[in-house]
């Protein structure tokens, strides 16, 4: 049996700290993005596809609310911060006003996706209640379309100030 200082490092550990994001705050970052696009990509599914299979739908909501309470999680804890820190960085006015539509535009849906997971959680504490059924559907409708246009938004951002290309002789990014 080898030592475990001698053993040799995980293959994934090893990628992740080659190639990876170098800073907490970017795989915070990471993480809730990917958290998010997963979270969009299973709720299209149940508004679109979960009715021809009610079973894979069952268990696909299941991972969307689970998902989205770990994502309301990290967001909420991540997100003061971030504005804190980049308000004062941000200098294009169309880029600002973007990104304060976007946030609106997230809080819209972790707040509709809450207040639907609302009766899981009445029904998991021993109650049994539903919103009406008009409700049900304005949440829905809201959701949903929040979420398009919070992934639209989301893409303008990362495209307006993330994805920058390096521009100058120095080789910083346009502002």
Do not use: D
Not at 91 to 104: E, K, N, Q
């Amino acid at each position: 049996m080898r030592c475990p200082q001698t053993l040799p490092e995980p293959a994934c550990r090893r990628f992740v700290l080659e190639y990876g994001p170098k800073r907490a705050g970017i795989r915070r970052a990471l993480a809730l993005s990917l958290l998010f696009f997963l979270l969009f990509g299973t709720g299209l599914h149940l508004e679109f596809l979960a009715g021809r299979n009610w079973n894979a739908g069952e268990a696909i909501l299941l991972a969307h609310l689970a998902v989205g309470l770990l994502f309301s999680v990290l967001f909420l804890s991540w997100i003061g911060g971030h504005v804190v820190r980049s308000l004062p960085r941000s200098g294009r006015p169309v880029f600002t006003a973007l990104s304060w539509l976007l946030l609106v535009k997230f809080v819209l849906v972790t707040a509709t996706g809450l207040l639907m997971a609302l009766p899981v959680a009445v029904y998991l504490g021993g109650g049994v209640w539903f919103w009406s059924f008009e409700a049900t559907h304005r949440l829905t409708f809201l959701h949903l379309w929040g979420s398009f246009a919070a992934v639209a938004g989301l893409l303008a951002h990362l495209a307006m100030r993330h994805w920058a290309l390096p521009t100058g002789r120095r080789g910083r990014r346009a502002p």
